[in-house]
């Protein structure tokens, strides 16, 4: 495939697969290594652009929504390709964007159409379609049973709003998008104000790939505009059928308060705020607490900690074994170069975050100062009394600081487990010794959080079938999800059941002869037949 994507950015939206310009307020992307401002200026779009790009994707619905699973899996891999023809420029225009490095940009690609592509196998796969067939018993008494069908239909248009944290994996072409499209829905993008050149040059590759595909051009649009503004007037625009959101808890809890006033209320599947608990068992510190001090550090200060899954609380029982463990983590974090953060205003909220840490726990060190759009790592402890008993301490502070609560014995960690809130993961450390431990610990976890890890660190989200990326709030809007991994199509899906309907009007995931060869559940028991 040869790459007919023009590498000049236009500063344009694209809505139904014309660039458009908006006429509201301008925005630039803003390199925060070098400081300065990148061209081109982009502009918001306004509530005629929500109104052009909704109605579009209300208008390709149908006619998106009865493509084969086929046909959408080859449109996934179409955009995956696309993507990759234009690889260089873009990874060149995300590390300028983010200041990120570019290692990390590369893998972040790379995610990004494994995602794309693990969603095409799911269509092919087939167990998606939730086809369930329960055949009809006519002489069953005292009544006959009708013959009832049924399997998960797309919801219609969703709104995805991009991440600033993960200016590909979670933006444009990310997670939210990928599992939308399989699903049979149109996806509209408010693409995030921090990298407006990704934004484009992504949204132009999935635009090439639906006009390759021969799919209606409202199958896709991308928007720029304020969330308050263009956003809330996405969410309840009525065409809307659902939201997908990475991003803070004040923009998720805002989102779902507007979705659930609508006339027709919608889900919203917002992943906010999440601290990652990892708990330092006893047998674990007493063989390994330095070790552990120091990997510790380096899941904290990657990608200068700006991950949803960065490890933002240590809970441990106080002893040698955490002396060793905070003697360690104490030289890491004191060696921490400044990284930048993803804009001025995340660096920002970061250092205000510290230094309500600050005025609430004791500091164990600081990480190497920098200029202001940098983040200087910071490492705290407190107790476990004063951790339940502060919302400050409790809260995420999104970048690469951490707090360490010490416990008197087993039965306080375990009380401070059962106090936190909802998480995207909890993490333990645990030796063979302890077993008993982690064995009572594990249940509580199981409510807290939506990923359980043992012995790892929780920065690092694989991409597969058995991922969940969720919790309960506020780690999400809504813990029965996963925004990561291939039950994510599920958001996107609601279940039809076909009472006595005709044969000859049966879709085929549910038709006689299981004419797509997908696994199907007749009578109560899976069968290919
Ligand atoms: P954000 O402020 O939540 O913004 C994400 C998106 O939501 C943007 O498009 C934003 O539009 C929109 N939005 C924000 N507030 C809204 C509101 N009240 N109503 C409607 N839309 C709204 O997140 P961010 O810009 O990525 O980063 C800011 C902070 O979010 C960080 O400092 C961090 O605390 C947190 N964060 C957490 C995670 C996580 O995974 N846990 C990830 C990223 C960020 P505007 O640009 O117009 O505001």
Redesign the pocket.
Known sequence: MTATLAHQLTGQMIIAGSPVSGTGAEIRGFDPAAGQPLEPAYRHGDSADVEAAAAAAAAAFPVYRATTSEQRAQFLEAIAARIEAVKETLIARAVAESGLPQARITGEVGRTTGQLRLFAEVLREGSWNGARIDNALPDRAPLPRPDIRQRFIPLGPVAV?????FPLAFSVAGGDTASALAAGCPVVV?G???HPGTSEIVARAITEAVAESGLPAGTFSLLF????KL??ALVTDPRIKAVG????????T??VA?AAARPEPIPVYA????INPVFLLDGALSTRGAELGKAFIGSLTMGSG???TNPGLVIAVDGPGLDAFVAAAREAVSAAPATPM??P??AG??ASGVESLAAAAELVARGVEGSETCGQAALFTTDAKSFLASEDLQA?V?GASSLIVRCADAAEVAVVAQGIEGQLTATVHADDSDGDAARELLPLLELKAGRILFNGWPTGVEVCHAMVHGGPFPATSDSRTTSVGARAIERFLRPVAYQDVPKALLPSAIADGNPEQIWRRIDGRLSQD
């Open positions: 709003f991009s991440a600033s944290n408010k995030h104000d921090a505009g304020t969330g308050q956003g809330i959101f990475t991003g803070s808890r004040t923009g998720g805002a989102l507007a992943e906010m705020s999440s700006q991950f949803c993803l804009t205003n995340i909220s970061y995420e999104f």
